[in-house]
């Protein structure tokens, strides 16, 4: 008997390459798959607003990107001796405005530039429903612990969310001619919004997203809420809070980004740094061995010969590490 549904992934016609650059935004999922990338170290710039998880922050965030928007005294309120963007997630909040400032304009800056240059956008949409402040109906990003009773729920219908992404799609393309974008949906299952109301939400993303990848060439999607939800299909793979997917589901859904979404020659590039990473992650029980000494040389002059072969990744860390004894 199967007990065990399991779909194959179809590789993207257009995969990811190591000379690329990448831009990951979105929900917490965006952040799990864009550390992985990172620890192989892809050129990746990760959630410049932070965490956001419904389409119209993320396509509000786009569009500060494009306009080249900086962030002024004006754009923050303050709250619990904190001051804060509605844009942007709590991790830029600080106790003055100029530090909060300084923190967002300089990954404003940063995700400026990633717009221009690009070859990638990722993008993790996590949730449909909306919140907007009841004095004037403004979207937020984030609700920094603000009182429930500040806002509005409500969720987004599909020609909402289509018509927001179709129309900053427009402008990417027109701003930057190489830039694909790949979309997936987060398997996290927000459940605080309740069972049902997170199946409705999730299903408005699946079909706005479809809907996009169906119009535009240079759109994909990736399965990885199906990944989870259907092929893993058991609490096992969640964390104890039974939202949020574990390490063993992450790597599973990494292992299928590895197949269907890198490029056979960056797949090969990819395992040795991942075998490298393992030899930095290395404990030994006698530091001072001369066999441990080899095994750190071994792994120097592989570091060596990646940076001449591949000057484009950036392993002085890695190096470094060899080099000093681990």
């Keep these: 008997m199967q007990f065990h549904l399991s779909f194959p992934v179809a590789p993207l016609s257009t995969a990811i390459q190591y000379k690329q650059e990448l831009l990951l935004m979105g929900s917490c999922f965006a952040e799990e798959i864009g550390e992985k990338l990172q620890e192989h170290r892809f050129n ?3 959630n410049p607003h932070g965490i956001l998880y419904n389409p119209l922050s993320i396509t509000s965030a786009l569009t500060s990107y494009l306009d080249g928007k900086v962030y002024t005294r004006e754009d923050l309120f303050q709250h619990n001796d904190s001051w804060n963007s509605w844009d942007h997630h709590s991790r830029f909040s600080g106790l003055t405005p100029e530090a909060t400032l300084e923190n967002i304009n300089r990954m404003q800056a940063a995700a400026v530039q990633s717009i221009d240059n690009a070859d990638w956008l990722i993008l993790t949409l996590g ?5 907007a402040l009841k004095e004037n109906n403004r979207l ?3 609700c920094h612990k603000v009182p429930a009773g500040n806002f509005y729920k409500r969720l ?6 289509v018509t927001a992404l179709d129309n900053v799609m427009h ?3 027109f701003r930057n001619k190489k830039i694909n974008i790949l979309f997936t949906v987060s398997p996290v ?3 605080r919004d309740g069972v049902v109301e997170n199946n409705l939400s999730k299903a408005v993303l699946l079909q706005s997203v479809h809907h996009l990848v169906n119009k535009f060439n240079r759109l994909f999607y990736f399965p990885a809420y199906e990944l989870v939800i259907d ?6 793979f969640y964390k104890e809070d039974l939202v949020h997917p574990n390490e063993l589901a992450i790597n599973y859904v990494w292992e299928q980004v590895i197949k269907a979404g890198i490029s056979e020659g960056s797949q090969g590039l990819l395992h040795q740094i991942a075998d490298i990473n393992r030899a930095a992650h290395h404990r030994p ?3 001072e061995s001369s066999q441990h000494q080899q095994f750190l040389r071994t792994y120097a002059a592989r570091v060596k010969q990646l940076m001449v072969e591949h000057p484009e990744l950036k392993l002085d860390d890695l190096l470094a590490h060899f080099l000093v004894g681990g």
């Design 189 to 191: 299952r927000y459940i």
């Design 44 to 46: 990746t710039l990760i």
């Design 231 to 236: 092929d893993l299909r058991d609490y096992r």
């Design 156 to 161: 987004l219908t599909v020609d909402e969310v």
């Design 171 to 173: 402008r990417l393309f």
């Design 140 to 142: 937020v990003g984030n």
């Design 285 to 287: 029980f006698n530091p």
């Design 127 to 131: 949730s449909a429903h909306a919140y």
